[in-house]
Nanobody, 118 residues
């Protein structure tokens, strides 16, 4: 059974930082592209950042480039999202995703809430 444990969501002031974590179990972590997505109230879910199975390739939404950094620890089966200089528009539920491009298996976490407000 595939399970995700997401953590790190919190309420912070603009300019603050948070680190999200997503620890997985039940899947071969090194076979999956990992990514973070977010969904703000009244908006569609969007890709925030992704990282290749080996960790050598990363991609980011334009809105977070230079502020967010995705990383992974394959030994711990965990993916991270370091978020700096947070803005009110970053407020959303953040979801962890695992995608196997070969088998097309795709899994989602339950989400963790990030609120940026003064």
């Amino acid at each position: 059974q595939v399970q995700f444990v997401e953590s790190g969501g919190d309420s912070v002031q603009p300019g603050g930082s948070l680190r999200l974590s997503c620890t997985t179990s039940g899947l071969t972590f090194t076979s999956y592209t990992m990514s973070w997505h977010r969904q703000a109230p009244g908006k569609e879910r969007e890709l925030v950042a992704g990282i290749s199975p080996g960790g050598l390739s990363r991609n980011y939404a334009d809105s977070v480039k230079g502020r967010f950094a995705i990383s992974r620890d394959n030994a711990k089966k965990t993916v991270y999202l370091q978020m700096n200089n947070l803005k009110p528009e970053d407020t959303a539920v953040y979801y962890c995703n695992a995608n196997n491009q070969r088998t097309r298996l795709d899994y989602w976490g339950k989400g963790t809430l990030v609120t940026v407000s003064s």
